[in-house]
Nanobody
Framework: QVQLVESGGGWVQAGGSLTVSCTAS????????MGWYRQGPGKQRDLVAKINAGHAIEYADSVKGRFTISRDNAKNTVTLQMDSLIPEDTGVYYC?????????????WGQGTQVTVSS
């Protein structure tokens, strides 16, 4: 069984910074990609940033230049550094991992962590 455990998040005023991290544990062959999605109030869950094992990165246009995603393959951890936060960044941030089990591929989600940016 694979588990994604998230930490970080919280409340900050606009212009501030927050960090969220996620660590994968359990039995698996390798992690293909890890990333963060967010779901704002009354909105669908959308990609924020993702990074694959080779460190190729994709960001949502709305966070480019403000957020930085990084990954520690040895620790199965992905971190999202969020700077210059704006109220529109408010939402529940979910960690996502796409994992290879030797034969099958599966996507996993963390429980979500709240990020609130006040104006």
């Amino acid at each position: 069984q694979v588990q994604l455990v998230e930490s970080g998040g919280g409340w900050v005023q606009a212009g501030g910074s927050l960090t969220v991290s996620c660590t994968a544990s359990g039995r698996f062959d390798r992690i293909v990609a890890m990333g963060w999605y967010r779901q704002g109030p009354g909105k669908q869950r959308d990609l924020v940033a993702k990074i694959n094992a080779g460190h190729a990165i994709e960001y949502a246009d709305s966070v480019k230049g403000r957020f930085t995603i990084s990954r520690d393959n040895a620790k199965n951890t992905v971190t999202l550094q969020m700077d210059s936060l704006i109220p529109e960044d408010t939402g529940v941030y979910y960690c996502n991992a796409y994992i290879y089990h030797g034969v099958t591929w599966d996507a996993y989600w963390g429980q979500g962590t709240q990020v609130t940016v006040s104006s």
